[in-house]
């Protein structure tokens, strides 16, 4: 099974700022990362597939990179409304495996 | 634009049964694959089973081999998690999801339900 990392498991930081979350996968996954948002009670929305593929209506603050066993999730300026867990998923192979998930909070 | 709706979750005792529900509505069901994502009190995601659109392909996580079986009824727009055997650890809230696969074979979870809840207790 591939494994997924996360850093860090949890961060405050003020509105404005840049928030960068990496996710690590234990063998190549080229570019089959997604990445999740998590509210309180609410079901995860996808924000970003394929590594750095932004979804529709999602704002252009969220940005993702990376290829291979690396990923980079990035909140360009943190909003309050940005408060969340945010998850890495690999679809490269089943298990379909979730990373274990960043808590973002303001601080 | 598919919207997701479970329904089914409870309070089980340990051992017992239950089945969950996943009704779609707005877009072709029957053309998308679908999984079944649970997540603890507290805990991240994990993700529990997928079927494609034809029922040809079906998987597991390996803690549900055996226990849980996935199907669905593409005439009813409905996806289903039969749970057998359950434990203490299968509390959780169960999400199903679509799967939106692209051309290149890549895919993300696009759409997902509001979620059921499944507590296992005596």
């Known amino acids: 099974d591939i494994q997924m990392t996360q850093s860090p498991s949890s961060l405050s930081a003020s509105v404005g700022d840049r928030v960068t979350i990496t996710c690590q996968a234990s063998?190549?996954?080229?570019?089959?990362l997604n990445w999740y948002q998590q509210k309180s009670g609410k079901a995860p929305k996808l924000l970003i597939c394929d590594a750095s593929n932004l979804e529709t209506g999602v704002p252009s603050r969220f940005s993702g990179s990376g290829s291979g066993t690396d990923f980079t999730f990035t909140i360009s300026s943190l909003q309050p409304e940005d408060v969340a867990t945010y998850y890495c998923q690999q679809l490269d192979s089943l298990p379909f495996t979730f990373g274990p998930g960043t808590k973002v909070n303001i601080k | 634009e598919m919207q997701l709706v479970e329904s089914g979750g409870g309070l089980v005792k340990p051992g017992g049964s239950l089945r969950l529900s996943c009704e779609a509505s707005?877009?072709?069901?029957?053309?998308?694959?679908m999984n079944w994502v649970r997540q603890a009190p507290g805990k991240g995601l994990e993700w529990v089973s997928s079927?494609?659109?034809?029922?040809?392909?079906?998987y597991y996580a390996d803690l549900m081999k055996g226990r849980f079986t996935i199907s669905r009824d593409n005439a009813k727009n409905s996806l289903y998690l039969q749970m057998n055997g359950l434990r203490a650890e299968d509390t959780a809230v169960y999400y199903c999801?679509?799967?939106?696969?692209?051309?290149?074979?890549?895919?993300?979870?696009?759409?997902w339900g509001q979620g059921t809840m499944v507590t296992v207790s005596s």
């Open positions: 079927i494609s659109s034809d029922s040809a392909y079906i």
């Open positions: 063998q190549d996954i080229t570019n089959s």
């Open positions: 999801a679509r799967i939106r696969m692209a051309a290149d074979g890549s895919g993300a979870f696009d759409i």
């Open positions: 707005g877009v072709t069901f029957s053309t998308y694959s």
